[in-house]
């Protein structure tokens, strides 16, 4: 059973940044993909930023593209969000999410493992 832990969330003014971290236990070190997900409040859920095993095939949402950066371990078994110049509307609960045995693109890849989600609170 593939259990996913989430740490790094919190709150910070505008221009700000945080760095979330992800470990994933029984994680496949093979062709998996992890990345992150947030929803707001009143929201539905939407994808943030997602990288393939091998850390170089990245993938970003175009609202956090050029401020966020995806990052992987070198044991390929946790990932990390640095979070840049952060703004109000980037306000959400953050999950984790890995997928093992993918081939595909990360970004559109269904997702069937969650960490229990991190808060990031960004004020104006």
């Known amino acids: 059973q593939v259990q996913l832990v989430e740490s790094g969330g919190g709150s910070v003014q505008a221009g700000g940044s945080l760095r979330l971290s992800c470990s994933a236990n029984?994680?496949?070190?093979?062709?998996?993909?992890m990345g992150w997900f947030r929803q707001a409040p009143g929201q539905g859920r939407e994808r943030v930023a997602f990288?393939?095993?091998?850390?170089?095939?990245?993938y970003y949402s175009d609202s956090v593209n050029g401020r966020f950066t995806i990052s992987r371990d070198n044991a390929k078994n946790s990932v990390y969000l640095q979070m840049d110049n952060l703004k109000p509307e980037d306000t959400a609960m953050y999950y984790c999410?890995?997928?093992?045995?993918?081939?595909?693109?990360?970004?559109?890849?269904?997702?069937?493992?969650w960490g229990q989600g991190t808060q990031v609170t960004v004020s104006s």
């Open positions: 999410a890995a997928t093992p045995f993918y081939t595909g693109t990360c970004y559109t890849a269904d997702y069937n493992f």
């Open positions: 029984g994680l496949p070190d093979s062709k998996n993909c």
């Open positions: 990288a393939f095993v091998d850390g170089f095939r990245t």
